[in-house]
């Protein structure tokens, strides 16, 4: 048995093999900080998803609808066995369980976990989409993402994270807010 890291934090199982997959998380109602804690250890006690490493978490003003609290955001790093659609799936389950509740659409929410990358795969489903429609244009993605992995390449925009990261049209704040504490 291996350990897996997340952040620093360990957990003891046996690393996934797969696909290597770029997951952003926020949250801003509540404990911001521990729903995002609480999400990474979620993942990390599921079989089929070990979690690689975690980025540094951020404070942002929400976009779209902005009548709300900010945000705290973060990517982790997964690999996983699960295909894109089963790990959606697994990822909304989670997201419940954490207590997110049906609000307005880009309202506030307690977690919410979204697909970027999921290795090299385009896909436009109805309920999926990777990579992640909009990612490219949300610094409070590609800020995160770009100190986890600025040579990763989009394989839709075909450019590096760090060349979509200098072209972002979004010019909102984003400050460090700190990192997760180890499990």
Excluded at 19 to 34: E, I
Excluded at 112 to 123: H, K, N, P
Excluded at 135 to 159: D, I, M, N, T
């Amino acid at each position: 048995m291996s350990k897996s890291k997340s952040n620093g934090a360990e957990t003891n199982k046996e690393p996934a093999a797969g696909t290597r997959v770029f997951l952003s998380l926020g949250s801003n109602v509540g404990d911001r900080m521990d729903y995002l804690h609480q999400a990474i250890d979620g993942m990390a006690h599921l079989e089929e998803i070990d979690v690689v490493k975690t980025s540094a978490i951020y404070e942002t003003q929400p976009l779209e609808v902005t009548d709300q609290e900010k945000f705290l955001n973060m990517i982790a790093e997964v690999k996983t066995t699960l295909e894109p659609t089963q790990l959606l799936k697994s990822l909304k389950k989670l997201e419940k369980k954490l207590g997110r509740k049906k609000r307005r659409a880009k309202g506030p929410r307690e977690i919410d976990i979204d697909i970027v990358f999921y290795g090299q795969a385009v896909m436009d489903e109805p309920d999926l989409t990777i990579p992640h429609e909009k990612f490219h244009q949300r610094k409070f993605v590609l800020f995160p993402l770009s100190h986890l992995a600025p040579e990763f390449r989009s394989p839709r925009e075909e450019k590096t994270v760090a060349e979509l990261l200098h072209e972002c049209p979004d010019k909102s704040y984003i400050h460090l807010h700190g990192h997760l504490k180890n499990a």
